[in-house]
Structures are given as C-alpha cells and as structure tokens.
C-alpha cells in the first residue's frame, strides 16, 4: 500500500497542471430603463494571472438594434489570490425606442476559447407626453422693450470694463500731456537742479586735467573733451545751438556776439588745432595741451556772467 502511494505522488507531480477555467458573468442595474436615460451592464470575469482576453462588445456602439452603448469606463482588476483574478467591466446602455429588448450573450475570447454571459432582457418604458387636452391657446406676441445693449455689439458689450479702463488712460495722458508735459515737467521725476553754465564748465575741466589724456597719449580723447565743454558752455550760456555747430560755424556765430568778440580769438586757435588732433592724426606738443587748456580756462573766465553790484556799492562817492 505504501509503495502504491508513492507511486501515485509521482505520477501526479509527473502530470501537466492545468488553468483553472475562466468564468464570466453579468448583470444590469435595473432591468426597467426609462426611454432616454442610462443604466450600467456589469461584467466580471475571474481567471487566472497572467491570462490575456478581449471583449469583442469593445468593437460595436450598439448591443442591440435599439439598445446603444453610451460610454466604457476603464476596467479595474481586483486581486483573488491563490493566482487568480476578477475582472470588473461597465458598460453604460441607452435607448429611445420603448419595448422589451435582449442583451447579450456578452463573449469574452483567450485565445481559441470563447465564454460567454447568459442572455438578459431590458424593458425601456416610454415617457407619458401631455394629451391635447391639455394645449393651451398661445399667448399674445409681446413687445420686446428696448435697450440700448441689444444694439451694442457684443466685443463691446462684453468688454465693457477694458473699453473704460482704456478711455481712463487715455483721458489721464492727455490731461498730463497739457498740464505738465507741455511746460517741460515731469512730476513723476525728481531733478536735481544744475549748475550754472561758469560753474559747471571750470568743474568739468577740472575733472578733464585730472585725467591726464595728453600725458598718456591720448590726446584726441584729451581735445574731444575739451572741445565738448566748451561747446555746452556756449549753449547754456549764450543760448547758441554750439553742440551741433562745426568749429567754422561757431566762430562766425560768436563773432557777431559783444561779450565774445574780443575772446573770439582764443575760442578759435582751441577748435583750429582741435580739429587737426581730431580728424587729421596731428600729434600736438606738449606745450600746445597745455596752451589750449589755458586759453579754454580763459575764455570761460573772460565770459563770465557778472554778478549784480549791491546797491550801496553803486552808489558814487563825492569828494
């Protein structure tokens, strides 16, 4: 007996292990279905992991002439343990015709095997519409008031606020443009006040002998700093538009001037050799830097604005 069971056992651990069968079921929410409205058909399938099927139900939009599938929620798949699974597939049923109708059988292939659901039936029941008796004479075709929107376009109307917004804005730029911009103001900067034309240009050569150009080298840099001082010099203070005169034209102008004529002279020996440096190449001596330093310090200096005398220093004085 004992020799029998082993015997056994080793014929059965010999032998292939066969699947387990697959199972598929299915069933509806309800079997009555209000003509339009929806109910789901659940199928479950339980099988083994690893099993690969389809639904051919995934390939058509209708189960039946007048039962239409309305949508497919995704599957979801539940773990059984001992290697098996359960399936759970949704599909959402519609209809708009009333009657009795059958559903299925739903068919689910693995491979040359097919299982099916057993057949149901679904009743789709019309929905009661009002009899004549119950239509009314149609009431009087009213007047429809009127209102200025309707005749609006709808970019307009719908937009409304940006469209006032955008009046706003507009409406503040021309108010600033004449209130402040006209007059040279800008009250959104502050401006530090400015030195008078004598102070700012004896600061500014100053600051250009500092930097010792012509002592480096550089002396187109040196006379092209020295040229520009003295040209915004003469804009502020003789209100001539110097800066963008050429040296011939900023002669002839301050020749007809008073307070320039007898300073003329230096002005032009400065811009005469200034335009040599600059356009020509020529390479100055040192004692010409030097000279065209001195004659700019003295036209400055010889065109000084004159300050007021107080009044008890005008007064004359008698023997």
């Given at each position: 007996?004992?020799r029998l069971s082993?015997?056994?056992?080793?014929?059965?651990?010999?032998?292939?292990?066969?699947?387990?069968?697959?199972?598929?079921?299915?069933?509806?929410?309800?079997?009555?279905?209000?003509?339009?409205?929806?109910?789901?058909?659940?199928?479950?399938?339980?099988?083994?992991?690893?099993?690969?099927?389809?639904?051919?139900?995934?390939?058509?939009?209708?189960?039946?002439?007048?039962?239409?599938?309305?949508?497919?929620?995704?599957?979801?798949?539940?773990?059984?343990?001992?290697?098996?699974?359960?399936?759970?597939?949704?599909?959402?049923?519609?209809?708009?015709?009333?009657?009795?109708?059958?559903?299925?059988?739903?068919?689910?292939?693995?491979?040359?095997?097919?299982?099916?659901?057993?057949?149901?039936?679904?009743?789709?029941?019309?929905?009661?519409?009002?009899?004549?008796?119950?239509?009314?004479?149609?009431?009087?075709?009213?007047?429809?008031?009127?209102?200025?929107?309707?005749?609006?376009?709808?970019?307009?109307?719908?937009?409304?606020?940006?469209?006032?917004?955008?009046?706003?804005?507009?409406?503040?730029?021309?108010?600033?443009?004449?209130?402040?911009?006209?007059?040279?103001i800008n009250p959104?900067?502050?401006?530090?006040?400015?030195?008078?034309?004598?102070?700012?240009?004896?600061?500014?050569?100053?600051?250009?002998?500092?930097?010792?150009?012509?002592?480096?080298?550089?002396?187109?840099?040196?006379?092209?700093?020295?040229?520009?001082?003295?040209?915004?010099?003469?804009?502020?203070?003789?209100?001539?538009?110097?800066?963008?005169?050429?040296?011939?034209?900023?002669?002839?102008?301050?020749?007809?001037?008073?307070?320039?004529?007898?300073?003329?002279?230096?002005?032009?020996?400065?811009?005469?050799?200034?335009?040599?440096?600059?356009?020509?190449?020529?390479?100055?001596?040192?004692?010409?830097?030097?000279?065209?330093?001195?004659?700019?310090?003295?036209?400055?200096?010889?065109?000084?604005?004159?300050?007021?005398?107080?009044?008890?220093?005008?007064?004359?004085v008698h023997p």
């Open positions: 007996m004992k082993i015997f056994l056992l080793s014929v059965a651990m010999l032998l292939p292990v066969l699947p387990a069968p697959v199972t598929i079921t299915a069933k509806l929410d309800s079997a009555t279905l209000l003509m339009g409205k929806t109910t789901a058909l659940h199928i479950e399938v339980v099988q083994d992991k690893g099993v690969r099927g389809e639904f051919p139900v995934d390939n058509l939009d209708t189960l039946s002439t007048q039962v239409e599938i309305a949508s497919r929620p995704k599957a979801d798949t539940t773990d059984l343990g001992n290697n098996r699974q359960q399936i759970n597939r949704d599909l959402i049923l519609q209809s708009f015709d009333s009657g009795m109708y059958s559903i299925g059988p739903i068919a689910y292939i693995v491979g040359s095997d097919t299982f099916r659901t057993r057949q149901l039936t679904l009743k789709v029941i019309p929905v009661k519409v009002d009899t004549l008796q119950n239509i009314h004479d149609l009431k009087p075709v009213e007047e429809v008031p009127f209102k200025l929107l309707d005749w609006v376009p709808d970019l307009i109307a719908d937009w409304w606020w940006a469209w006032l917004l955008a009046l706003l804005l507009i409406a503040g730029g021309l108010y600033y443009y004449h209130r402040w911009y006209k007059k040279g959104l900067r502050h401006e530090r006040k400015r030195l008078p034309p004598y102070d700012e240009a004896m600061l500014n050569l100053q600051q250009l002998k500092q930097r010792q150009l012509w002592q480096n080298g550089q002396e187109k840099e040196y006379f092209t700093g020295l040229t520009d001082i003295l040209r915004v010099y003469i804009d502020r203070r003789f209100h001539v538009n110097a800066v963008e005169m050429t040296s011939t034209q900023i002669i002839a102008t301050l020749r007809e001037h008073d307070e320039t004529r007898a300073v003329n002279e230096q002005l032009s020996m400065i811009l005469e050799i200034a335009d040599f440096v600059k356009f020509a190449g020529a390479r100055p001596l040192a004692d010409d830097n030097e000279m065209a330093f001195q004659r700019a310090v003295q036209f400055v200096e010889a065109t000084k604005p004159m300050t007021p005398q107080p009044d008890n220093e005008r007064k004359e």
